[in-house]
């Protein structure tokens, strides 16, 4: 799924040095195709679920609700641009939290692609994030996880390295885990056995993933609730169709975990 956005530069003010990554953290992320960073937004996280709340306890609210092969045809709410309906939580987009990460890892120049909010009454198979996101284009997922989540009950799970798009590594798992029913015929185990670091989360930390990192989650239970910011780079022709007022253009929207 995709919704039309005009993209909005980033925010091109240095922020403090506080806020931004250390030399440590960029090569994790780099090397692994993801980052934890734990409590990171812990003072803040009850005001946090309350606009969460907010959005999906509103019967006026529009929603989208799948049930998609990604996630073994179960159900699945999606609220897209989702904080941007939300006084509450919009201002997310220029903390100077989030605004750090996001220099740190794309540069000053950069584009906001959009937010989405989750309800997940179903498991997701493996897969990266990139419909409506070419694998050649730059994405940063920013993703706050609002239950104590273990591989028992739906956390995360990546591939480290998995976001290597072009190398034969990363090529092979996306033509295998296109299809999930045949990874058992490929690898003679089931996914969720498939090889994987298992990101533990809290309310309050914030997991940050590269968009062609390839990820999964097994087990979740009933409302297992998340939104995510989307970052991307600015492409020479997105720079092209800022010259023109309003210029629509095509971003990914809700389809990760």
């Not at 999606?78 to 100077?96: M, N, T, V, W």
């Not at 794309?106 to 997940?120: P, R």
């Not at 087990?219 to 910011?229: A, I, K, P, Y």
Request: aromatic share 12%; with cysteine; proline share 6%.
């Amino acid at each position: 799924m995709s919704q039309a956005l005009t993209s909005q530069p980033g925010n091109n003010t240095p922020v403090a040095s506080q806020h931004l990554l250390t030399p440590q953290q960029i090569h994790f992320f780099e090397t692994f195709g993801f980052l934890k960073l734990p409590g990171l937004f812990a003072r803040d996280i009850d005001s946090i679920i309350e606009g969460f709340e907010e959005l999906f306890g509103d019967k006026d609210q529009p929603v989208w609700e799948t049930k998609e092969a990604l996630h073994g045809d179960e159900r699945r709410i999606i609220i897209p641009g989702f904080i941007e309906q939300s006084p509450r939580l919009a201002p997310l987009q220029h903390d100077p939290r989030v605004v750090g990460i996001v220099q740190s890892l794309i540069g000053s120049e950069y584009k906001w692609a959009s937010s989405d909010g989750n309800l997940f009454y179903c498991e997701s198979y493996w897969h990266p994030d990139n419909y409506a996101a070419p694998l050649q284009h730059y994405h940063v997922k920013l993703s706050f996880y609002l239950d104590d989540l273990t591989g028992e009950n739906g956390a995360i799970r990546i591939i480290p390295g998995s976001h290597f798009h072009q190398q034969t590594y990363a090529r092979t798992l996306r033509k295998d885990f296109v299809d999930s029913s045949a990874i058992q015929g490929l690898y003679g185990i089931d996914g969720r056995d498939i090889p994987s670091y298992t990101v533990h989360s809290s309310p309050g930390d914030l997991v940050i993933w590269n968009f062609r990192t390839i990820h999964a989650s097994y087990n979740g239970g009933e409302r297992r609730r998340l939104f995510s910011l989307n970052f991307g780079e600015v492409t020479a022709g997105e720079r092209d169709a800022r010259q023109e007022p309003n210029k629509a253009i095509p971003l990914r929207s809700a389809t990760g975990n």
